[in-house]
């Protein structure tokens, strides 16, 4: 098989375990606005879902780094170690919080509601310090986009400024309690999530051809 379809078909894959992981939890499940009481309830009965979403992450962190290792492969130096960086820290970010998902849906019922609470509000701030790795994955392409002869097309040094540019603004959803800029909250899960997935598009379709010309 090509190279570049490996590359596609990873993505598509891992990109199918990202949402499958969201979808089974559904849209009952906790976030940093719940009280410990409503987290013990709902990893109480939703604890094989919990777990589910847990290993979907492992799969999600796999698809990751086979992304990484393909498209960094034909990046110049230094740029090629910043996105792979970034790529890393994002994949350490999913699994930490499948690890607290996991472990919270074992034994929910004999936590008290404050350690529920703190247990679970831990995780939901990945959705901010995951923009550090974000930012780090797109400036790396960002710098290929300049100077005397770019290395990637007008369109893509474009996204790729558009996707640095929203990640630095959803930073501020660290400070954020409730609402769309809430930690792990829609700015983070579906605006953050959709412009990243067009930029992880545009990036596959650029690296594509280099990795077939790079194999042969």
């Known amino acids: 098989m090509q190279p570049s379809r490996i590359l596609l078909l990873n993505i598509l894959a891992a990109g199918a375990f990202y949402v499958a992981g969201f979808a089974v939890l559904g849209s009952g499940y906790p976030t ?27 799969f999600f962190s796999l698809g990751l780094a ?53 247990l679970f509000q831990i995780p939901t701030y990945w959705g901010p310090l995951i923009n550090g790795s974000t930012m780090t994955m797109a400036v790396a392409f960002i710098a290929l986009g300049f100077g005397r002869k770019p290395i990637i097309p007008r369109w893509l040094t474009g996204l790729s400024v558009l996707f640095f540019v929203e990640q630095a603004i959803e930073t501020v ?44």
């Open 32 to 58: 940093i606005e719940s009280s410990g009481r409503e987290v013990i309830e709902w990893f109480s009965h939703n604890g094989a879902d919990a777990r589910i979403y847990a290993w979907t992450a492992a």
């Open 173 to 216: 959803t660290v400070f954020g309690r409730s609402g769309f800029i809430a930690p792990g909250g829609p700015m983070n899960v579906y605006l953050g999530g959709i412009i990243g997935f067009v930029w992880v598009a545009g990036v596959v379709r650029w690296a594509m051809p280099r990795v077939d010309q790079q194999a042969h």
């Open 66 to 118: 086979v992304f990484a290792a393909q498209v960094a492969a034909v990046m110049p130096k230094p740029q090629r170690y910043i996105f792979f960086a970034g790529v890393l820290g994002f994949a350490i970010t999913a699994q930490v919080q499948g690890w607290f998902w996991a472990g919270l849906s074992f034994h929910p019922q004999g936590l008290d509601a404050a350690t529920a609470r703190t």
